[in-house]
């Protein structure tokens, strides 16, 4: 029997609390995205860095959220070790 490559997908509730705080602290940061930039780094030419990256953890968050990460990873690492 082959490997299937795609696993089953199901729902957890850790992994949903999990994704919910994610989600929060990275809409925090795009929420005052302005503020940690003048705070923590050079101003405003880091603006638009510091609200890609709370955007890339908004999309992770809901990722997380959904448990979808682990059949993402599942498929990267099947594709790395050619299963």
Avoid: C, E
Wanted: charged residues 10%.
């Amino acid at each position: 029997m082959p490997y299937n490559i795609l696993m089953d997908w199901n729902f957890s509730i850790g992994w949903m609390i999990t994704g919910l705080i994610i989600l929060a602290a990275s809409g925090a940061v795009v929420a005052n995205y302005q503020k940690i930039s003048d705070t923590m780094l050079s101003g405003v030419s880091s603006y638009d860095r510091v609200k890609f990256w709370g955007m890339i953890g908004v999309g992770l968050g809901l990722a997380v959220m959904a448990n979808l990460h682990t059949l993402i990873l599942t498929f990267f690492v099947n594709l790395v070790f050619k299963r």
